[in-house]
């Protein structure tokens, strides 16, 4: 039962333009939402975070939107850097199980030069 | 200042023994979880320990424990190996427990990557 899904395995975008991973979730008890980078041999690193009473968020090159409604969130990258390649991995915290992080499949984002 | 430490980086095992993953979280983080990561997946919550008592577990068989020193460093037993247990175990040290505020996130170690044969 994937209450988390990051339903494109992969992306490639070109140096400077925009990347836009997208996240999708099931379980309406979800209310803390996360991004992780993870580059291989290393854990992964967070990124960025959402409170599900905003829509919004953003940290210099990196926003993440979310929309309720429609239980989705995407994180955007612009503009899309070479280092930026990496697996993303999308992850939401449930209201009442504050402890258990659950992740998404994660998506491969390459950016090329 | 050092990350989470996690020993040993491979291992390899092979079916009906056990393995003891150690666990070393940041300096004045008290809280420790374990997450296991198969190949093609995402994390998957194990346990979460916090001030040394079990406040988290996933849902995995009883052939999985963990504990909690006074240090705060942690250990994963996995008795009984099966071939579906291969995969990356990662460890994760936080400050405190519970709801993540701007400041509170969770830090990663690299992982033991546990191969069963």
């Known amino acids: 039962d994937q209450q988390v899904k990051q339903n494109s395995p992969s992306l490639s975008v070109q140096e400077g333009r925009i990347s836009i991973l997208n996240c999708d979730y099931t379980?309406?008890?979800?209310?803390?939402f996360l991004w992780y980078k993870k580059y291989p041999a290393e854990g992964p690193t967070f990124l960025i975070s959402i409170s599900s009473i905003k829509d919004k968020n953003e940290d210099g090159r990196f926003t993440v939107f979310l929309n309720k409604s429609a239980k989705h969130l995407s994180l955007h990258i612009v503009p899309s850097q070479p280092g930026d390649s990496a697996v993303y991995f999308c992850a939401a915290f449930p209201r009442l199980d504050g402890n258990k992080l659950v992740f998404g499949a994660g998506t491969i984002l390459r950016v090329k030069s | 200042d050092a990350g989470v430490t996690q020993s040993p980086t491979h291992l390899i095992k092979t079916r009906g023994q056990h393995v003891t993953l150690r666990c070393s979280p940041i300096s004045g983080h008290k809280s420790v979880s374990w997450y296991q990561q198969v190949l093609g997946q995402g994390p998957q919550f194990i346990f979460q320990?916090?001030?040394?008592?079990?406040?988290g577990r996933g849902n995995f068989p009883d052939r999985f424990s963990a504990r909690q020193f006074p240090n705060y460093s942690s250990e994963l037993n996995v008795n009984a190996l099966l071939l579906g247990d291969s995969a990356l175990y990662l460890c994760?040290?936080?400050?405190?427990?519970?709801?993540?505020?701007?400041?509170?996130?969770?830090?990663f170690g690299s992982g033991t990557q546990l191969s069963v044969l």
């Open positions: 320990y916090y001030e040394k008592e079990e406040r």
């Open positions: 379980n309406s008890m979800f209310d803390y």
């Open positions: 994760a040290s936080s400050l405190a427990l519970g709801r993540w505020g701007s400041n509170e996130k969770l830090f």
